[in-house]
């Protein structure tokens, strides 16, 4: 992650946090808005996926973008939702491959590796509309 020293303020934040979530187990964290919210929170968020070279999220949103929209603006806006509590983050890049359907599909329909209850990747492409990771290379490709 490179020379990221964490700030003092976002320790003593860690550190409370940790200590509560120790103290009581089933405790649960309802109001932490406000204190994500808070603006060298934010600084030091985003320093750390930068220096961690950061890739892109479901959004595209890379930090090209931000520096042209304005990092400060943006920071602003961000910290604004998360008071206001509208932000609403984009659901996680998930890949499927026909391996975790497959098995997704066994869990659900409570079938073993049999040849009866197997799903064959034909089946699993045309039903879910997967496309071949070979096939999908070589678009790219050529």
Same mark, same amino acid.
Request: charged share 30%.
């Given at each position: ?26 405790? /649960? ?20 996926? /930068? ?61 073993? /590796? ?17 496309? /071949? ?10």
């Amino acid at each position: 992650m490179g020379n990221l020293s964490t700030p003092i303020s976002v320790q003593k934040l860690q550190k409370a946090l940790r200590a509560k979530a120790k103290a009581e187990v089933g405790y /649960r964290f309802y109001a932490l808005y406000d204190k994500i919210s808070r603006d060298h929170i934010l600084a030091h968020a985003s320093a750390q996926c /930068r220096s961690n070279k950061g890739a892109p999220g479901v959004d595209e949103q890379n930090f090209a973008d931000i520096e042209d929209y304005g990092v400060e603006r943006w920071r602003a806006e961000l910290a604004l939702s998360l008071r206001k509590e509208t932000y609403r983050p984009d659901p996680i890049r998930r890949v499927y491959t026909a391996v975790l359907l497959r098995r997704w599909l066994r869990g659900k329909h409570k079938t073993r /590796r049999k040849r009866e209850g197997a799903y064959h990747d034909p089946e699993l492409h045309e039903c879910f509309g997967l496309v /071949r990771l070979a096939s999908l290379a070589a678009a790219r490709r050529g």
